[in-house]
């Protein structure tokens, strides 16, 4: 496979990069081989010898070839419910609409009519990795694992753990020893799925959050975690409520019980993450762990900003995530916008002239720039995978934007933008309709 047509991305966090014509060699494992620019002596040559042998997949004007989107936080069984129940807040929400839905994937045909049709609008929408919550039953979330080797997404599946009877319903809750034997079942399970001979799918220990699991839970998880060496997911500090709970039940941050449990580890993935004292942002820098960042979920349910500059600037990993259904929209473009939004609203007004401090949080803007690279780079690094930019030794997850796609909403007119107002309209009004190609690891999964 071989791609030829201008490019943009962002290797360097708030910086990016732009070829006019840039030509992206994939090797048959998925991998790209090289990244060449006219300045190279042989991309002529080498162009018009693939496009001789057919090879070479040439983008139109008004195209432009974008490394795919990494989603670091969706629950998957959510997808029916997106868009219901937002002006609720979280526990009420999750107690009349999340719980009860969830509970429906104890069948797992009812998992097998709603998961393709979110793996589908994902890919669609440009994500080439997702990180999913599943549910806490073990045939429905395999069969999520399945569904995204199938249509060739790269998956990180959780089955949900949730065993604490004062905060479960009793309609959707495990036990304990339960729970751990199915997660182990479950680790083995995905890791040994017919296809998944690359690891394009990958199980993760989910501890729903601190409320739904015993200490006993989360210490078994935390076994299994350095055992199998496997990713962590969990909700970390999501709400007022969520932060008030862990004090009152262990005195301490979210960040402190789960590192003290064995499960803030280098493959963990902090959803949220709202209200980190500067020892918790520490501990997350020493473990190597990663943030997904959900601002619209956040404006929903944290009742608090999210300290997403103090993140980047401390170097923290972290990436985007859309946190579907605690947001209803399934796009990660969409969540770019929404992370520069989160911060210009928590900003104070010292750009505008207005005194410091009158309100919000001084120089807390995060730039469209810093967005999409957490969007891409970051998501890959909070996962462990060589994916998010262009380069030798990274795996070929791509999207093709098209301004001049049927109902585009992306008006480009010549001569009228510099490379950086033309990424800056990409990453703003980017929609599916523009979206014609995705690749992941070399395999076409979406073409129109
Ligand atoms: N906290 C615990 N469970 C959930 C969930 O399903 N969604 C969100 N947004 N927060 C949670
Ligand atoms: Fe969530």
């Not at 937002?86 to 104890?106: C, H, K, S, V």
């Not at 207005?354 to 780079?377: D, H, I, K, N, Q």
């Amino acid at each position: 496979l071989a791609v030829r047509g201008a490019l943009f991305h962002c290797p360097v966090k708030g910086d990016f990069e732009h070829h006019e014509d840039a030509l992206v060699l994939v090797g048959a494992d998925g991998q790209i081989e090289s990244v060449l620019t006219q300045a190279d002596p042989e991309f002529a040559a080498l162009s018009d010898t693939l496009a001789a042998a057919g090879k070479l997949t040439q983008l139109a004007p008004g195209q432009y070839l974008m490394p795919g989107m990494v989603d670091l936080h969706v629950h998957a069984p959510q997808w029916p419910q997106a868009g219901k129940g937002l002006d609720l807040p979280l526990y009420d929400w999750l107690q009349d609409y999340t719980f009860p839905l969830e509970a429906r994937f104890e069948d797992e045909s009812f998992a097998r009519s709603v998961y393709p049709h979110l793996v589908n609008a994902l890919l669609a929408n440009g994500t080439t990795s997702a990180v999913y919550f599943a549910t806490v039953h073990n045939p429905a979330s395999v069969a999520l694992a399945e569904i995204c080797l199938e249509q060739g997404q790269r998956g990180y599946v959780g089955k949900v753990n949730m065993d604490d009877p004062s905060q479960c319903p009793p309609y959707y809750i495990e036990t304990t020893e339960q729970g751990l034997a199915d997660t182990e079942a479950f680790i083995q399970q995905v890791r040994a799925l017919p296809g998944n001979e690359q690891g394009l799918v990958n199980p993760v220990i989910t501890p729903r959050f601190v409320p739904s699991c015993t200490a006993d839970m989360l210490k078994g998880l935390g076994k299994l975690a350095q055992r199998y060496h496997c990713h962590v997911q969990t909700h970390c500090s999501e709400s007022d409520w969520a932060r008030d709970y862990s004090q009152e039940h262990y005195g301490q941050t979210d960040v402190a019980i789960y590192r003290d449990m064995g499960l803030l580890t280098s493959r963990t993935i902090l959803a949220h993450s709202i209200f980190l004292t500067d020892e918790d942002m520490a501990a997350i820098r020493d473990a190597n762990a990663a943030i997904a960042h959900c601002p619209l979920s956040n404006m929903y349910f944290a009742n608090a900003a999210m300290k997403t500059r103090e993140v980047l600037d401390r170097d923290l990993q972290v990436g985007l995530g859309t946190d579907l259904a605690g947001a209803p929209i399934p796009s990660v473009f969409h969540t770019c916008l929404d992370a520069v939004n989160h911060s210009r609203v928590r900003e104070d007004g010292t750009d505008t002239h207005r005194p410091a401090g009158e309100r919000g949080e001084a120089g807390s803007r995060v730039s469209f720039l810093e967005a999409y690279w957490m969007a891409t780079v970051g998501g890959g690094l909070a996962i462990d995978a060589r994916v998010g930019l262009f380069a030798p030794g990274y795996a070929f997850d791509a999207l093709v934007v098209d301004a001049n796609a049927p109902d585009s909403d992306l008006y480009l007119p010549e001569g009228m933008d510099s490379p950086r107002d033309l990424l800056e309209k990409l990453i703003c009004l980017t929609r599916r309709a523009n979206i014609r190609t995705v690749w992941v690891q070399g395999r076409q999964v979406i073409n129109k």
